[in-house]
């Protein structure tokens, strides 16, 4: 994990919000589910300062997958256990916060009956407050259980959203992933989703979130939006999970967040059948590599390269856990980043010339696509343009002997990633991976875990798949 450089393009996100209440009442989802208004209206206001609660400083976890206050044992669940444990800290008024972090169920730095009071609220879904480790580490809370509809703010969301069953909860996304870059048919009713603007900003009025019936927003963090939403006096939650990372709390992967933002809506059992499928699948591929004994080969990623000359460059991801088409390598694969991390990172990406790459003359290419692709792409289409981007790098010995790999950043990058992963090693490694397992794990993860058409056939989702320089068909 310590190797981390990527090649990615510069992504540019608008910070424009200009959400119409009017926009909310054409909504698929705006007037058919009930929420309690009074929930938005009257709930208490979170006290937290720039995402950290007054009381805490950042954070420390010890082996914890589900990270909400009330886990007591640290284990994938909150029940009974969790109530012995915490009866006998109060008893002998002895807490070892290394072997309990999470015992302070309401964060005020003592374990008492307070503590035990509102573990029993969240085991018996009642109304308190659900406090959880937030992305910088610190202690933030939402209203539990969670009432009404959710607006997310990134497409990590939505995956998410779907995997542990609450899609017809879905009333709310910003403009980026409200548009043309979704599709209905892998998010059934998005482009009919209330438009809060983008997931930087949040300048909408109250009768406009109430119209969609928005108690809670979630997908990218961003305590700006949190703190202004909770500075509005309006009731609404800001879930300060981003599912896509876990770069600042050690021990942390984004996997374990999905687990927290389950337990959330009371999905915790989806959640831990993803999970499992998740650590399997992964441990099945690595139980592989450490079997073969495969010498490691050195890899570059460009990032939808678009000119021959020069191409961006990406460190943002050299120290930290994520999802991502990099992380998924250099974590997963036995293959070594031949660029190193820049010593100076004065913005997320720099760039370099593809001349330069030459010289540094990988064994792999794997090139990561975005944007124009979609679930709706022909596998023929979808070829073509990852051929372009290939072609670029004709000078080099991957591309001559073959080994120039396509990957779409929005399947290879996420919760499909585990998947889509088998895939591409069936096609660097053919000798010890099998093709057909790895279409199989692809359709499973997108028959199993999304909306997508059970009848259809992934093969032909050019957007959500595996490419291999020269393989024309799949």
Excluded at 122 to 149: Q, R, S
Excluded at 190 to 211: F, I, P, R, S, W
Excluded at 403 to 430: N, Q
Aim: net charge negative; charged share 20%.
């Amino acid at each position: 994990m310590d190797k981390k450089i990527a090649i990615i393009a510069v992504v540019a996100i608008a910070v424009i919000i200009a959400a119409v209440a009017a926009l909310a009442l054409t909504s698929n989802h705006s007037n058919d589910r009930s929420y309690n208004l009074d929930d938005i209206k009257n709930a208490p206001q979170n006290t937290s300062i720039n995402g950290k609660a007054e009381c805490y400083d950042q954070f420390t976890v010890y082996g914890c997958n589900l990270l909400i206050f009330g886990n007591v044992n640290n284990d994938m669940d909150i029940n009974s256990d969790d109530v012995f444990i915490l009866q006998n800290i109060i008893k002998t008024g002895v807490w070892d916060k290394t072997k309990y972090p999470l015992a302070d169920v309401n964060c005020d730095k003592k374990v008492n009956n307070d503590d035990l009071t509102a573990l029993n609220k969240l085991i018996n879904k009642e109304k308190t407050l659900l406090y959880y480790v937030n992305d910088n580490g610190y202690p933030e809370y939402i209203h539990y259980p969670i009432t009404g509809n959710l607006g997310i703010n990134y497409d990590y969301g939505y995956m998410a959203a779907q995997i542990i069953g609450i899609w017809d909860r879905v009333t709310a996304g910003t403009d980026r992933w409200v548009g043309d870059r979704v599709t209905d048919t892998l998010y059934p009713g998005v482009h009919k989703l209330y438009n809060m603007g983008t997931e930087q900003t949040v300048e909408a009025d109250l009768a406009a979130y109430q119209a969609a019936g928005v108690t809670v927003i979630t997908g990218s963090r961003n305590l700006d939006v949190n703190n202004s939403l909770h500075e509005a006096g309006w009731g609404i939650d800001y879930i300060n999970v981003r599912l896509d990372q876990c770069k600042y709390i050690p021990n942390v992967e984004p996997i374990d967040r999905f687990l927290t933002f389950s337990y959330m809506f009371d999905k915790l059992d989806k959640g831990k059948e993803f999970y499992n499928y998740w650590t399997g699948l992964d441990s099945k591929i690595q139980t592989i590599f450490d079997n073969a004994g495969i010498k490691e080969k050195s890899f570059i990623i460009p990032y939808n390269t678009n000119q021959a000359v020069e191409t961006s460059v990406d460190d943002a991801l050299a120290t930290g856990r994520t999802m991502g088409d990099y992380t998924n390598v250099a974590s997963n694969l036995p293959l070594t980043a031949r660029l190193e991390p820049s010593t100076v990172a004065t913005s997320p990406c720099y760039t370099t010339t593809i001349e330069y790459l030459f010289t540094l003359n990988p064994d792999v290419l794997i090139i990561s696509l975005w944007g124009k692709l979609t679930n709706e792409t022909s596998y023929a289409d979808a070829y073509a343009a990852f051929k372009e981007k290939a072609d670029y790098y004709s000078k080099f010995d991957a591309y001559k002997k073959g080994d120039v790999y396509g990957v779409c950043y929005e399947t290879f990058g996420t919760f499909a990633g585990v998947a889509v992963l088998y895939l591409l090693c069936s096609y660097i490694y053919p000798e010890y991976f099998s093709e057909d397992d790895g279409w199989n794990y692809v359709n499973e993860y997108f028959h199993k875990y999304t909306l997508i058409d059970k009848n259809k056939d992934l093969k032909e989702c050019g957007g959500l798949i595996v490419f291999k320089l020269n393989k024309t068909t799949p």
